[in-house]
């Protein structure tokens, strides 16, 4: 299944890149954090608890769906989902709502180890709909990792992350 149409991302990190693969390899429709959550096996394995962070993820996209409605990039990547994730289907007709809130999340990257961020929500007042999510390293080992992940994007292994929807 391909996936739906997506908002730009406006922007990125080497880091990021090195924890969930480059976005920028991937067709435009591809570019969705929720898509790939659900889509892309290497992505599934990286959270140490995937039903946690999975389930928020689907309950914030539905709170942030009250001002999407009849969007058509929208629909399509919600019906998209629902047809071919049974995880992603359960948890949105449970109608869960949950606005994003501050979190720690622990990943298992398989060629640099256990990493942990804190990520934060930013949101410009001024330009309604463009959010800015960062994540920060929670603890010294993850901050001392960090050259580690950020060298995964540019000398990728056949066992590190992938960006691809598998």
């Not at 149409?5 to 480059?22: Q, T």
């Amino acid at each position: 299944m391909t996936a739906p149409s997506a908002p730009k991302a406006l922007g990125r990190s080497a880091s990021e890149a090195g924890l969930i693969g480059d976005p920028g390899e991937l067709e435009p429709a591809e570019r969705n954090l929720l898509w790939l959550v659900f889509m892309d096996p290497a992505m599934r394995a990286l959270p140490a608890d995937w039903d946690g962070p999975a389930r928020d993820l689907v309950a914030q996209f539905r709170a942030d769906s009250r001002q999407r409605s009849g969007d058509p990039r929208h629909e399509q990547l919600t019906g998209g989902l629902r047809e071919a994730s049974e995880e992603f289907r359960a948890w949105w007709e449970a109608d869960d709502i949950a606005e994003f809130g501050s979190s720690r999340r622990t990943f298992c990257h398989p060629r640099v180890g256990a990493l942990t961020f804190d990520y934060v929500k930013l949101a410009a007042l001024d330009a309604p709909g463009i959010k800015l999510f960062a994540c920060m390293p929670a603890d010294a080992g993850t901050t001392e990792k960090l050259p580690a992940l950020q060298r995964c994007v540019t000398a990728p292994a056949a066992s590190g992350p992938t960006t691809g929807t598998g």
